[in-house]
């Protein structure tokens, strides 16, 4: 996974790349972490050959909440964007996404989701009310609209999990309401 450092907020809400409340744990290997990681309780790299540039630190400030889910649910204003543009999808129910697949677009999703096979690629933003795993492999992935990659709203303690390998992320993930794994 390589998290570019982009900043699609100004500085005065984003500061790193990853930017994170509570605990940070990676548990992958050869993961690129290109731009601040930044925790705020403790942080724990488990995995090997995870790289860091720079090292993680605590948040020397507040933490940005950039993202409203009303603004991606029908008739929201990054809705009717994608829509005006052909390139959105509403799910209702459970999404999966199997090898193969090209994205484009933005998906809001009522269910869960899931991106489960190898080799998964586009330009896409994905926004589901439920939970949100990533177990695929070789995927390549840039944001769509927003800046934003990846969203769940579920509210449990680990709502989204990306536990897949050799991936390449480039957009923010983000999960409001629990941990991201």
Do not use: H, W
Request: contains cysteine; hydrophobic residues 30%; proline residues 5%.
């Amino acid at each position: 996974a390589k998290i570019n450092s982009q900043n699609c907020f100004g500085e005065e809400l984003t500061q790193g790349a990853v930017q994170v409340m509570n605990d940070i744990t990676v548990a992958g290997s050869n993961n690129i972490f290109d731009g601040n990681t930044l925790y705020g309780t403790t942080f724990t790299n488990s995995g090997s050959g995870n790289t860091f540039n720079p090292a993680p630190a605590t948040n020397p400030g507040s933490f940005p909440q950039p993202f409203k889910i009303e603004n991606y649910r029908p008739g929201g204003s990054a809705a009717l964007k994608a829509q005006a543009e052909g390139k959105y999808t509403q799910v209702t129910g459970n999404f999966e996404v199997g090898s193969g697949t090209v994205l484009d677009g933005l998906y809001y999703v009522t269910g869960r989701a899931g991106l489960s096979g190898s080799g998964i690629s586009g330009l896409f933003t994905i926004v589901s009310e439920g939970k949100l795993e990533v177990s695929g492999s070789n995927i390549n992935a840039r944001n769509y609209i927003d800046n934003l990659l990846l969203f769940s709203n579920e509210v449990s303690v680990q709502p989204l999990e990306i536990p897949g390998s050799n991936n390449f992320f480039d957009g923010y993930i983000y999960a409001p309401n629990g941990k991201i794994e």
